[in-house]
């Protein structure tokens, strides 16, 4: 019973690690950038202007998304798979 609880979070944990491990990949000045876009924009997609829009795809191509996308999918449906077995 306690698993079931315990299952989404787990879940939610080791997506956080996974974003966290691509976020790093990226210099400390990319962050920095990627951050104060971010905060400018208040993380409303409307807000961005071209430039930033245009480096924003720059940072996501120089932090791999494509293989952050692979490892969120592998950890949703190892999850999604646990919790089918259990009910």
């Not at 879940?11 to 956080?16: G, S, V, Y």
């Not at 996501?60 to 190892?78: D, Q, T, Y």
């Amino acid at each position: 019973m306690m698993l079931r609880r315990l299952a989404p979070w787990l879940i939610l944990f080791e997506l956080l690690r996974a974003g966290r491990a691509h976020w790093d990949t990226l210099d400390p000045t990319d962050r920095r950038q990627a951050a104060d876009i971010m905060r400018r924009s208040h993380g409303d997609p409307r807000r961005l202007t071209a430039g930033d829009r245009s480096e924003l795809t720059a940072l996501a191509r120089r932090m791999r998304l494509g293989r952050l996308v692979l490892s969120l999918g592998g950890a949703a449906i190892v999850g999604r798979r646990r919790h089918r077995r259990q009910r």
